[in-house]
């Protein structure tokens, strides 16, 4: 930072002894001074995650000829610093001018869509149970993980947020947080990307990742349940997964839908064989674990507990059981696997 400081420095005392530049025809002097960058009420560089942005307009009204400023970029990057656009940087987006995109959900992968039915009902009453835990506590992002693959934890992720959608139409935004094997825009029908990644890369702005079903087009009805659902997809997988995860943008990313949503769901990798829920879950309010009835062995349940030491772990849902029994605990069904069929 101190090269590109001694470098905007310079130029302007060089450009104290050599004088203003003189002014175009058709421009007054006012106007030209605008286009000098005075060093102490130019606003200050913006950080994110050891990445830097300048804001465009000083740029943009520095004299062509100046090369202080050219100096001083090439030492930024010198520095290991890459300039990246204010729009990808920033986490502000505008909730009415979310895009709209085709779904074509698998239904029978969503049982919260269901108006009645013991799967509906569960759902149900597994939303009750974290309202009334927000009653006492303060709950608005909820991850959704397990501790190793094939457990249910999309499924659970999906039908839950719909679940969240379907009360008094609350708002809510589901985000694929699992960027190895990303499942739910599957479940949706809808397109992978932009996605997390590319947001956690610094590659798309918030409001680029987002996306609504369209409602309007009459050849596609869209259940009503999803009316009020926005989804960040995955985004393309990427082999970094574990360092996109680790990094700050996704602490602004919570940050800034938080004003926007009742609730948000992040469904993420298993905790037991990557770090990348792990570190998402770091961002969230609570996480919710998912065991997978007759499959998940109790070690392996103790053992992703034990990696989100560091998070309020608020419970399990046990998935996929055979027999429920009528009364306590809440219950996901079988669906997880047949994804593809």
């Known amino acids: 930072m101190s090269k590109i400081y ?33 060093t102490e009420a130019a606003p200050a560089p913006v950080f994110s995650n050891d990445r830097m942005a300048f804001l465009p307009s000083p740029i943009a009204a520095r004299p062509a000829g100046d090369r202080g400023l050219a100096a001083a970029l090439a030492d930024s990057k010198e520095a290991g610093f890459s300039l990246v656009s204010p729009a990808v940087d920033s986490g502000e987006f505008d909730p009415l001018h979310i895009r709209e995109t085709t779904w074509r959900p698998l239904v029978q992968q969503l049982p919260a869509l269901e108006e009645r039915g013991s799967s509906v009902e569960q759902f149900r009453s597994l939303r009750s149970r974290m309202q009334e835990f927000r009653d006492l506590n303060k709950l608005k992002s909820l991850l959704v993980s397990s501790g190793l693959p094939q457990e249910g934890k999309s499924f659970i992720a999906a039908n839950l947020a719909i679940s969240f959608a379907r009360h008094k139409a609350g708002r809510v935004l589901l985000i694929d947080g699992d960027m190895r094997r990303a499942t739910l825009h599957k479940i949706f029908g809808c397109p992978s990307g932009p996605g997390l990644t590319e947001y956690l890369a610094s590659e798309a702005s918030l409001a680029e990742i987002m996306q609504r079903p369209n409602t309007e087009d009459p050849a596609n009805p869209i259940p009503a349940g999803l009316v009020s659902l926005t989804f960040i997809p995955a985004g393309t997988e990427h082999d970094k997964a574990a360092d996109l995860s680790g990094n700050h943008r996704f602490d602004r990313l919570i940050e800034a839908a938080s004003p926007h949503f009742d609730w948000i769901v992040v469904d993420s990798s298993p905790v037991n064989l990557v770090s ?66």
């Open 276 to 341: 990348d829920g792990v570190n998402l879950a770091r961002s969230c309010d609570a996480v919710l674990l998912v065991a997978r009835g007759g499959v998940t062995k109790f070690e392996v349940a103790q053992r992703a507990i034990a990696e989100l030491k560091a998070s309020k772990v608020l419970g399990f849902v046990l998935n996929a059981v055979t027999n429920p029994p009528l009364a306590g605990g809440y219950y996901g069904y079988d669906g997880y696997d047949k994804i593809e069929a």
């Open 6 to 38: 001694e470098a905007l420095r310079q130029a302007e005392l060089d450009r104290a002894k050599n004088g203003p530049a003189p002014a175009d025809k058709g421009t007054n002097s006012g106007n030209a001074s605008q286009a000098v960058l005075d």
